[in-house]
């Protein structure tokens, strides 16, 4: 996911935050760094060994009990990040090469064997090495530089087993540890193995993987535990939530019968679960397993269901514990990088039928924009049963009135971006392809790129995340005001037009269809008023939708309600001519007569006596576009006076 330089911002803030200054950020980075994205606790930080002298290539220590391991780091930040941020390109540019893998390296040898005798060894990493060597533990190595490595250095690392952290894997993972709508892993999990159980592991490749019987009370215990906290989830990785149907339903009928009436044929009845972790112990001594950093990928709704059939037995948690009832759980140790967890993720759900939207749902694309919208207020659904797992506090922050959220979900998204491109009848007609065509869903989601795809038909809009969001922000208020009109024509309908208009008023009826075309003759019609009259069409935009964009999240009905009827018996025009909405709509009511105009003339002179709907949907559909793009470019083309009482900005 590419990184901003807001986004490089936000993460020097919260180094701040933590008790840095423009003058030490250095030094404060490796204690934010253990903290926030490795997930210790801050009490980590006095225990741990925290390098002073350069030549021993160890800037912190870890010992790890928990998971028998050590872990020692190297970091690089920059001294004149505060200069550098101003300029993304010549941060990229300067790129630390293979030395500094060399050094963790070198920093690794010096805690194996003997020191030369020109370094001098504090006292504090004497004791740190000691307990390293005496415990045997295996040492991980990590480096992280707030900048970029040269891709020799990369494939060093991946030869040397060195895990590398540059500054885009920091800020995506911040980001996404820092947004309400994103959960962390708990930082451990553990389960108990029975006598008569074992934990059978392999390693390929330099992934291992095990496999063990799970009793089904860990899954109600860790759900139980976890699900209603607002920043920990062991299904963030999952490529759906807890689903809702009738499908879903039987499902759900199936794994109750089996609890309730045979609950030791469950291992052998059920699919089993996938769990993905950044590390993992089998404690033989102890007969137990415990996970460092897990995520369910594979198994939500099994694991949903049990939770829902003890929950509704209201049995205590020794009773459920005693039930002699598993799951067949494998467990994949993997390096954290996104890559390798969603294909993991994927390749685990392929057995069972799922939608190209539940496995495009983690990719990089929806979860930078997921982020980018909640920055601005609005919750992007980008998985089933998201929005339902939310905490009520994680809810409210997208609450404008009782029952009513900024909500939006990626289909609906989808649809909008294609309408603005200008292939309305795409997104209406081809709902499907939005996730199943790869040119498509890049089209839409690739925001860095999405103008490079040849599409028939579409314009060309702006690259980069917040353009893309804000442009399907105007769009959705256009949409929701296009669905508006149709209420407001029925009771225009009802009360409003004398007998000797009917035959004109009904060919108004596009309104109730209109609602994906209007956004991009909208979106047409701002940028050619931007140029003729040298504004910034971005500007211009939000103004018409006004600062508020609450009102474009209510029902259709209450959105018609905010505009004024034209009651003028005599006029096929839905709203009033003169004051067509109260306060920041009136810009965009008058607009939207404009616009009314336009469609009825494009109508008028090209597709006299046809069905609109099937002009906008099924037949003429892009001659209809290009006649309705000629017509509002004709339009705001003429004098001057005119277009700036039709279209006033």
Request: overall charge neutral; charged content about 35%.
């Amino acid at each position: 996911m590419s990184i901003s330089i807001e986004d490089i911002k936000k993460v020097i803030e919260d180094i701040k935050d933590f008790g840095g200054t423009e003058e030490n950020l250095h030094d404060v980075f490796p204690k934010w760094f253990i903290v926030k994205i490795l997930n210790y606790g801050e009490e980590i930080l006095d225990e741990c060994y925290i390098g002073k002298s350069r030549d021993l290539k160890v800037d912190i220590g870890i010992i790890d009990d928990t998971f028998e391991k050590a872990i020692i780091l190297q970091f690089k930040f920059p001294t004149r990040i505060i200069e550098q941020i101003q300029n993304l390109e010549e941060l990229r540019r300067h790129r630390y090469g293979r030395s500094v893998i060399e050094e963790i390296l070198i920093g690794e040898k010096y805690l194996k064997e003997e020191i030369p005798s020109e370094i001098r060894i504090p006292k504090d990493y004497r004791e740190f090495r000691e307990e390293v060597q005496t415990k045997e533990y295996p040492i991980e190595k990590i480096i992280v530089v707030f900048g970029y490595l040269t891709d020799d250095a990369l494939k060093f690392a991946r030869e040397y087993n060195v895990e590398v952290y540059d500054i885009e894997r920091i800020i995506n993972e911040y980001l996404i540890k820092e947004a309400v709508t994103q959960k962390n892993p708990p930082r451990k999990l553990e389960f108990e193995l029975e006598q008569n159980i074992n934990c059978i592991g392999v390693s390929l490749d330099g992934y291992e993987t095990y496999i063990c019987p799970l009793k089904v009370y860990y899954l109600y215990k860790w759900i139980k535990d976890y699900e209603r906290k607002p920043d920990i989830s062991i299904f963030n990785k999952n490529i759906r939530y807890k689903l809702k149907g009738k499908k879903h339903n039987k499902i759900r009928e199936r794994i109750f019968n089996t609890l309730e009436n045979n609950p030791e044929q469950f291992l052998i009845l059920n699919n089993g679960i996938t769990i993905v972790c950044r590390d993992l112990k089998v404690d033989k001594e102890n007969r137990k397993v415990i996970l460092e950093n897990p995520q369910i990928v594979n198994g939500c709704q099994t694991s949903f269901a049990i939770f829902d059939f003890f929950s509704k037995k209201k049995m205590r948690e020794n009773e459920i514990k005693r039930i002699p009832s598993y799951v067949l759980a494998k467990i994949i140790k993997a390096p954290p990088q996104e890559e390798i967890i969603d294909k993991i993720t994927e390749a685990s759900n392929l057995q069972n039928p799922i939608s190209w939207r539940d496995l495009r749902s983690n990719d990089k694309w929806q979860r930078k924009i997921q982020i980018a919208f909640e920055n601005r207020g609005i919750f992007y659904e980008r998985k089933a049963g998201e929005w339902e797992l939310l905490s009520r506090p994680q809810r409210d922050n997208f609450k404008v009135a009782p029952r009513k959220f900024r909500r939006l979900d990626n289909w609906l998204v989808g649809q909008i971006y294609l309408s603005l491109l200008g292939r309305p009848d795409f997104a209406k007609n081809n709902k499907k392809d939005i996730f199943e065509r790869d040119d498509v869903y890049r089209l839409i989601f690739d925001y860095d790129t999405h103008n490079n795809f040849e599409f028939e038909g579409v314009q060309e809009l702006r690259c980069g995340l917040n353009a893309f969001v804000d442009d399907v922000i105007f769009g959705y208020a256009i949409y929701t005001v296009g669905n508006a009109t149709g209420h407001i024509y029925q009771e225009k309908e009802r009360n409003y037009v004398d007998d000797s208009i009917k035959n004109t008023f009904n060919k108004q009826r596009f309104v109730r269809y209109w609602n994906l075309h209007l956004p991009y003759a909208f979106y047409i019609a701002t940028e050619h008023i931007a140029r003729r009259f040298g504004i910034n069409s971005s500007d211009l935009r939000r103004k018409i939708i006004g600062d508020n964009i609450d009102i474009y999240f209510y029902s259709p009905r209450e959105v018609a309600r905010k505009f004024k009827i034209n009651e003028n018996r005599q006029s096929w025009l839905l709203l009033d001519e003169h004051q067509p909405a109260q306060g920041e709509l009136n810009l965009l009511g008058k607009w939207l007569i404009s616009m009314q105009e336009i469609f009825y003339d494009v109508f008028r002179h090209h597709f006299r006596n046809a069905d609109p709907f099937k002009v906008f949907f099924k037949k003429n559909t892009l001659e209809f576009l290009k006649c309705l793009r000629e017509e509002i470019i004709d339009r705001i083309g003429g004098r001057e006076r005119d277009v700036r009482e039709k279209f006033p900005f």
